[in-house]
Nanobody, 117 residues
Framework: QVQLVESGGGLVQAGGSLRLSCTPS????????MGWYRQPPGKQRELVAI???????NYVGSVKGRFTISRDMAKNVMLLQMSSLNVEDTGVYYC???????????WGQGTQVTVSS
């Protein structure tokens, strides 16, 4: 299993930027993909971005060109660089990890991102 610790959320004005970090510990060699979900107020959780162990990335359409997901293996951290933020990006952002041979995802505790107009 793995443990995930997130940081970097906060309050930002529309048009601004934030960077979220997620640091895994435990059985990190079994991680085949990591990424971020978010849950806007009153809405369901949605996938935002994902990066595989091979470096392949994918994004939900609404964030393409604005968000960049990356993983620094040397520093053992996954990052989500968010730019040109708008109020629709507001929500709790959850880091997740998908492990080889295990069903479901491991989740971080969530970090709040609030974009003001």
């Amino acid at each position: 299993q793995v443990q995930l610790v997130e940081s970097g959320g906060g309050l930002v004005q529309a048009g601004g930027s934030l960077r979220l970090s997620c640091t895994p510990s435990g059985n990190i060699r079994s991680i085949r993909a990591m990424g971020w979900y978010r849950q806007p107020p009153g809405k369901q959780r949605e996938l935002v971005a994902i990066i595989t162990s091979g470096g392949t990335t994918n994004y939900v359409g609404s964030v393409k060109g604005r968000f960049t997901i990356s993983r620094d293996m040397a520093k053992n951290v996954m990052l989500l660089q968010m730019s040109s933020l708008n109020v629709e990006d507001t929500g709790v952002y959850y880091c997740f990890a998908d492990l080889v041979g295990q069903p479901g995802y491991y989740w971080g505790q969530g970090t709040q991102v609030t974009v003001s107009s």
